[in-house]
């Protein structure tokens, strides 16, 4: 079997804080392959930006604290990695798109000048050149007049354009896998589709492989090809995004899916809701962490926590003691 | 009525109209804000006369004497008693208050740029690395360069103390070691001690060729310095040791701390500076540290670590420009704050070197006279001091509106 592009190993993530340790990620193991799209879905706190933002030691350390585990690109592992042969890494090979494009991209500069820097960093390209692929990039992402754009300052674009902007910054470098932390959030819905379609599109012509990370999962169902459910810093479901939507196993998910609106509902139904709050991440209960919410909660749920677990084929992972029970209820 | 055709209609290109940068608007902001007008006329028309007097107007304070016109008031017609003009009137020497007014700003003005300068230089680059490195971990490269230079920063002390600089080398070894040590014995128990023992040793052993007693302390000091380097170098280390040491001077009374330094150094305008300046880090260093500390949570920064740019790149082309406006707006308020200085410092005796012409000397030359009735001895600096104080306090205001248009309402 080929190697995969990026394979993560009980990855455990703590943040020490005046309350206690919380422990935002508690051994995630996974594997992207190139060229595939992993959406990873799941509520606020549940340690999706954390253990995206750990893969490339992004997170502050302290107060955070990467306890364990291991990541392995290309069979290297980046947690052992000195610093300044992560600095290769980031940017060069893995690149990164954040949650809010009003602050990710620095006043101070234009944008061109911004772009132009990503490029050198890790391009060997005089200014002439690196101006041009600039103005290249922006217009592939779909800015109009890209080469007066670029002398541009962040302030004069929109929320879309910077985000734009920001993919342009990220693929600068043709990036193996692109890490792409709730890109669409902070944008309206039309501006969220057309940021899908254009990652879709660089995604097939560049055959980079995606982490798209999202709490939407109506923006992973157009574009993943396999899809992470995590909740309070555990995987708790994986697999194929026609399995995830179609042969749920996981009752969280069930949640999730249960409270996404639907076109074909009749008018005045109210939205489900998944009760109650996640558990306290400093003080994590033993078993389950679902299990306050849970509606097949049995004894063995309060007593341990299911392991990742085979549900049938196709590499459906979940972690649930009734998942064949759910199934079931998921079949009718 | 004929057809219109598109390129009939002239349409304005509304999407790209200027590149406005933040500085450029800030600059439009300020030039049209009236006290920050009236600020920059005043600190630019002083700052200009006293440099167009300073290499157009020839004075030599030395061979300035007479008396015959010893403390005359203000004269516009020359008479008999008074045989030349003195706008200002003339002081106990018989020297014109105007002329002396006007090249002792040179020793003023200069006084507070270079002390303001000399403070944020440093203050700002210990704020801005203590700020940075409270949250961001520090490569094995920055750990060589950091510990070897305390080691040769700590080691010039009792090099000094037994006048055998070789020992400074010694330091930077012992400082280089201790970094490799924190990085590859990380889980050996004896790697305090093998520091201690060396800074012991190296603090010591060239000593014993100046004389035993010295050879004591100097090995003391380089115990001290041993324990130091032992310690593993982690942000909060550096961040507490910056702030910590800026506590103590700001612990000491400002004037107080500036006249014990002009005390040590010997007195002079150019001792008068570096005491000034050393007693304004503090305030730099904190403002900055914090500055810093709010600016490195921002996303871009973030996004600028992902792309893979190194630390000094993130800390002078990312985080500087945007933590400018606030150090722009302290620099501004402090030269008024140094130059007020320089004057009580002069005042006292402890700024320029008489007969050399200063603000502050002039009114501590002067204000003996008030009694007699000789004002304008008095009068004519002090408003020198006001006028300026007074010009750049209002350009600092203005600076802070144009810099951070949130605070305006």
């Known amino acids: ?332 | 009525m004929a057809e219109a055709t598109p390129d009939q209609v002239k349409v304005v290109d509304f999407a790209v109209r200027e590149h406005r940068s933040l500085w450029g608007d800030a600059w439009r902001r300020l030039i049209s804000n009236r006290t920050a007008q009236l600020g920059m006329f005043i600190v630019l028309s002083m700052m200009l006369s006293t440099i167009l007097a300073h290499y157009f107007w020839e004075y030599d304070p030395k061979s300035d004497l007479d008396y015959s016109l010893k403390l005359k008031a203000p004269t516009l017609i020359p008479n008999e008693d008074v045989p030349s003009v003195h706008i200002m009137g003339t002081d106990k020497l018989g020297r014109d208050i105007f002329r002396r007014v006007v090249h002792g700003g040179w020793n003023s003005i200069r006084v507070g740029f270079v002390s303001v300068g000399i403070s944020l230089l440093i203050g700002g680059l210990l704020g801005l690395l203590a700020g940075f490195y409270e949250s961001v971990p520090i490569s094995s490269l920055e750990r060589y360069l950091f510990k070897g230079l305390v080691g040769v920063l700590l080691g010039l002390i009792p090099a000094w103390i037994a006048d055998q600089y070789s020992m400074v080398i010694l330091f930077t070894g012992v400082g280089l070691l201790s970094a490799y040590a924190d990085l590859h014995w990380q889980e050996k128990s004896w790697r305090p001690w093998l520091i201690i023992l060396l800074g012991t040793l190296s603090g010591a052993l060239p000593a014993l060729l100046t004389s035993p007693y010295t050879a004591l302390f100097t090995g003391f000091l380089g115990f001290l310095i041993g324990i130091m380097l032992s310690r593993r170098l982690g942000g909060k280390l550096i961040s507490d040791t910056t702030m910590r040491s800026m506590d103590i001077i700001l612990a000491f009374p400002s004037y107080l701390l500036a006249i014990a330094i002009v005390a040590f150094l010997g007195p002079g305008l150019e001792k008068g500076m570096i005491a000034i300046g050393v007693v304004g880090i503090p305030v730099f260093a904190r403002l900055v540290r914090s500055a810093v500390m709010s600016v490195i949570q921002k996303e871009y920064i973030l996004a600028a670590n992902a792309v893979g740019e190194g630390h000094g790149r993130i800390m002078f082309r990312h985080i500087m420009p945007n933590i400018l406006s606030p150090v722009i707006v302290q620099s501004t308020m402090a030269l008024a704050g140094a130059i007020l200085s320089a004057a009580a410092l002069g005042f006292l005796g402890l700024g320029a070197i008489p007969p050399e012409p200063e603000w502050g000397s002039m009114l501590g030359d002067s204000y003996k006279y008030l009694s007699s009735g000789a004002w304008w001895a008095v009068i004519f600096p002090g408003v020198a001091i006001m006028l300026i104080v007074l010009g750049f306090n209002l350009l600092g205001d203005g600076l802070r509106d144009a810099l951070d248009p949130k605070l305006k309402v």
């Open chain 1, 1 to 332: 079997m080929e190697q995969p592009l990026l394979e993560i190993n009980d990855l455990r993530v703590t943040f020490h804080t005046d309350d206690g340790t919380v422990h935002a990620v508690n051994g995630v193991s996974y594997s992207i392959d190139k060229g595939e799209v992993l959406g990873v879905v799941g509520e606020s706190g549940c340690g999706k930006s954390v253990h995206a933002l750990s893969i490339m030691r992004l997170i502050p350390i302290p107060p955070g604290k990467i306890e364990g585990g291991e990541v392995l690109f290309y069979g290297k592992d980046l947690l052992k990695l000195s610093l300044d042969d992560l600095r290769h890494v980031r940017g060069g090979q893995i690149a990164m798109v954040f949650q809010d494009p009003m602050t990710s991209l620095n006043p101070a500069y234009t944008v061109g000048y911004q772009i132009i820097e990503a490029l050198t960093l890790h391009k060997r390209l005089d200014q002439n050149q690196a101006r041009e692929r600039s103005a290249e990039l922006l217009s592939l992402v779909g800015i109009p007049e890209a080469k007066r754009r670029l002398d541009d300052y962040p302030h004069q674009f929109s929320g879309g354009m910077r985000q734009r902007a920001m993919i342009a910054m990220a693929l600068s470098c043709e990036p193996s896998l692109l890490i792409a932390d709730e890109p669409t959030t902070a944008l309206d819905v039309t501006i969220q589709a057309q940021i899908v379609d254009l990652v879709k599109r660089l995604q097939s012509n560049y055959g980079m492989a995606v982490m798209w990370i999202t709490h939407d999962l109506g923006v992973v169902a157009e574009l993943a090809h396999k899809i992470n459910v995590m909740y309070a810093g555990y995987i708790v479901e994986r697999g194929h995004a026609r399995d995830i939507f179609k042969r749920t196993r996981h009752p969280y998910t069930l949640g999730l899916l249960g409270s996404l609106p639907r076109l074909d509902e009749a008018p005045g139904t109210r939205l489900l809701s998944i009760p109650g709050l996640p558990p306290d991440l400093v003080d994590l209960p033993k078993g389950c962490p679902f299990v306050a919410r849970c509606n097949y909660i049995t004894d063995i749920c309060l007593e341990s926590m299911p392991p990742l677990e085979s549900a049938g084929d196709n590499d459906h992972l979940v972690a649930c003691w009734h998942w064949s029970a759910i199934a079931e209820g998921v079949a009718k």
